[in-house]
């Protein structure tokens, strides 16, 4: 894998990496994917699994065009387990998909500061939640999730970073990784893999 080598430079990073190459894949329906973010947010994987269940049920299980996102009832949203607040944003993106023409083709042409920019002016997405777009419904090799905690975390414990500053936590997290582009997004993959094992 051409980005393990890359990554080896750094010496702590390199002590992380496992032998097991993570392959990011380029999913269709990326403005479904973008949803599917919104309904997992503040969930546990396993909830979050089975709302999108019963959302995909709605569609007879199959994954729905955004217009018929948007012709949904709320009342419907709403029985699958869906928070008021959630429903708006669900809606807002299928709004905002419709008016901006935003389709996975669109998607595939701009880059990740465009792309942050773009959907980011929806209401209930924030940078975080483009950024996961970005890792795992684009493929794209070189995102870099400051705000994660998951992230936070694993830096400060493996670069001996103080978390207690945010700022200072945050720009000295940046300069590091900085030296891992072109292939940010598999850094923050061995982090949570190694923060989690």
Known sequence: ????????????????LTQEPFV????????????ASIMSQQLSTKVAAVIYKRFLALYDGKEPKVAAVLATPNEALRAIGLSNAKVGYIKNVAQF?????ITDRKLASMSNESIIELLVQIKGVGKWTVEMLLMFGLGREDVFAVDDLGIQQAMCRLYKIDANHKKTMQQ?????AQK???????ACLHLWNWKDS
């Open 1 to 16: 894998m051409e980005y393990m080598s890359h990554l080896q430079k750094d010496k702590k990073l390199a002590s992380i």
């Open 24 to 35: 990011l894949k380029q999913k269709k329906n990326i403005p479904i994917r973008l949803m």
């Open 97 to 101: 998909c419709i008016e901006h023409g």
């Open 172 to 176: 000295m997290m940046l300069q590091r």
């Open 180 to 186: 891992w582009a072109p292939y940010q997004t598999y």
